[in-house]
C-alpha cells in the first residue's frame, strides 16, 4: 500500500504528519511551501485537488481529503484498536462528536481571529465577539480535558489528534496560564519522539 501525505508547511497537516509518525506507518511526504509573501499555498496543490489545500492523503492513488477523515481512516486501518473507542459505546459517539467539533465549531473563532487580525483598526467592532468565542471554545476543552490529559478515555486518540491544533493556538497565542489543563496536553504532546520527529520533517510550524 503505497500512502502519500501532501503537506503544507506550517499548517494543520502538521497533526496528519505526527499521526504517521504514531502509527508507524510507511510514507512518502511531498512538502508544499506557503508562499513567502502571501503566505498562501502554492498552486501546484490544485493539481493534486481542485481547492489547493492540505493535508491530502494519497492512498494508492486515492485522495482523502478533510483532516477529521483522514485521522479516522488512519486510526481505524493503522491503529491496530488503540487509537479509537470500541463502536457501539458512548465513547465513539462522543469522540465522533470531538472530532468534528475540532475543524468544526472550535476552527470558527480561530481563522476569524486571524483573519480579522489582518485588518489592524477596520476589524475593531469585531474583537469583542471573537475573543469572545475564542475564550468559550478554549474554555470548554480546558473543561473536558479528562485528569488522564486525553479527551476521550485515558489514552490516546484520534480525537487528541484533531484537537491538537486548537490547543496549541491556545497556548502559542499566550493563553496557557488562562488553561493549563490545555499547555500541559500540548506539552505532553511536543515531549513525544512521534511529534518531534513530525516537527522536525514538516518545516516551520507555528499553529497559526
Known amino acids: 500500500m503505497a500512502i502519500v501525505l501532501h503537506h503544507l508547511n506550517n499548517s494543520r497537516s502538521q497533526r496528519i504528519l505526527w499521526l504517521l509518525e504514531e502509527l508507524g506507518v510507511p510514507y512518502e ?53 488503540k487509537w479509537l473507542p470500541a463502536a457501539g459505546t458512548d465513547d465513539a459517539l462522543r469522540h465522533n462528536e470531538l472530532m468534528h467539533f475540532a475543524e468544526g465549531s472550535a476552527m470558527t473563532p480561530i481563522l476569524l481571529n486571524l483573519y480579522v487580525s489582518r485588518l489592524g483598526d477596520a476589524g475593531a467592532p469585531l474583537r469583542p465577539r471573537i475573543d469572545e468565542q475564542l475564550a468559550a471554545h478554549f474554555g470548554y476543552l480546558e473543561q473536558i480535558l479528562r485528569p488522564s490529559g486525553h479527551f476521550i478515555g485515558d489514552d490516546w486518540t484520534g480525537a487528541d489528534v484533531m484537537l491538537s491544533f486548537p490547543a496549541e493556538v491556545a497556548v502559542m497565542q499566550g493563553m496557557g496560564a488562562a488553561f493549563p489543563k490545555l499547555a500541559a496536553f500540548v506539552a505532553a504532546i511536543h515531549a513525544r519522539p512521534a511529534w518531534q520527529a513530525a516537527r522536525a520533517k514538516g518545516g516551520a510550524y507555528f499553529a497559526t
Open 29 to 81: 511526504l511531498k512538502i508544499h511551501l506557503r508562499d513567502a509573501e502571501t503566505n498562501l499555498a502554492p498552486t501546484e496543490l490544485k493539481a493534486v485537488h481542485p481547492l489547493g489545500k492540505s493535508p491530502l492523503l494519497e492512498v494508492d492513488g486515492r485522495i482523502i481529503e478533510e483532516s477529521g477523515a483522514i485521522v479516522q481512516y488512519l486510526c481505524e486501518k493503522h491503529g491496530g484498536g
